[in-house]
């Protein structure tokens, strides 16, 4: 199965194509903290209007925000998760943890999540819904299912996300997640998915991705820098490099793995879905519950507070 193949007919492709841009993933992880109101939203990200009405609207069409009167028979309006929305919970978790571990390891991470249970700040661990085993990078097994072949694939990639900022105001929002500059980009998203099947050298990259060389170099530059691959010399003359996943990496894998689950329960073809995915130590289907990392508790949505939101 041909990688590119692979990567764009997976949950996690068709997931961004509904929420991949920049500016929702900053609104839908917001949303989670419990921001509802267009001002709200404005303030905190320097987002200009218009595109914060586009992204509100399109997250309405697409059934993962709702509309209503702040109170009855009021003009003003506030957004809410639907039931699909919501159900991103496990996603946001996926990013706070990430970017807590490993991108504001020494400084003051800009959403801070209370566990109500135990009192304590916490971030999640994910584990198999069947046997409690940790899941991540080296525990899940992907094999073809039955809505391989119903979907089609979009070779002509557009360039949608290959731009990362994304109107006035976006260099502002860089302290906000790093996440976004990688998920939120189409092409470091498919040169990392790339990456966690096994690609590492340049000319495979570009033969797999069909992606010119300039944007490759630029991207890859880029991933090096953030320290998401490692760059490794393994010839001389002329001198050729290859690009390892790092830890770093690989405990990412969470975040793209997360927003697959959610693709395969919300946005399954209508033979099902691309992929299955099994956790390799008890063979069942994946299902993950998040536990917090101080108590062992399941994280739910209604035992967290968030703390430094207005930082956000
Ligand atoms: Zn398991
Ligand atoms: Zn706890």
Redesign the pocket.
């Known amino acids: 199965m041909a990688i590119e193949d692979r990567i764009l007919k997976g949950s996690v492709r068709r997931a961004l194509d509904l929420i991949g841009d920049r500016w929702t993933l900053l609104i839908l992880l917001s949303a989670f903290c419990g921001v509802q109101r267009f001002d709200e939203w404005k303030s905190l990200h320097g987002i200009s209007p218009s595109i914060l009405s586009n992204r509100l609207k399109r997250l309405i069409e697409r059934g993962i925000l709702e509309q209503q009167p702040v109170e009855a028979g009021s003009r003003r309006q506030r957004y809410t998760l639907t039931e699909m929305g919501s159900d991103l919970f496990n996603w946001a978790l996926a990013v706070w943890s990430w970017e807590r571990n490993w991108v504001y390891r020494d400084t003051h991470h800009p959403v801070r999540l209370l566990?109500k249970?135990?009192g304590?700040s916490?971030s999640a661990n994910f584990v198999c819904g069947h046997c409690d085993g940790r899941i991540g990078y080296y525990s899940i097994r992907i094999e073809r299912g039955p809505g391989y072949d119903a979907i089609s694939v979009d070779t002509a990639p557009g360039s949608r996300r290959t731009k990362t900022p994304d109107g006035p105001g976006a260099n502002d929002t860089r302290h906000i997640g790093r996440f976004v500059d990688i998920i939120g980009d189409r092409w470091s998203f498919l040169i990392i998915s790339a990456a966690y099947f096994g690609v590492t050298r340049f000319d495979d990259f570009q033969s797999q991705l069909h992606i010119a060389t300039n944007i490759l170099s630029d991207r890859l530059r880029r991933l090096a820098d953030d320290g998401m691959l490692a760059r490794n010399r393994y010839r001389e003359k002329p001198a050729r490099y290859e690009y390892i996943l790092t830890e770093k990496n690989i405990a990412f894998y969470q975040v793209p793995l997360m927003l697959a689950l959610w693709g395969d329960q919300w946005l399954p073809s209508d033979v099902g879905p691309a992929f299955l995915r099994f956790h390799d130590h008890c063979g069942k289907n994946v299902t993950v519950k998040p536990l917090?990392n101080?108590?062992g508790?399941i994280l739910e949505r209604a035992d967290i507070d968030f703390e430094s939101v207005d930082e956000f």
């Open positions: 566990h249970t135990c304590h916490t917090c101080h108590c508790d």
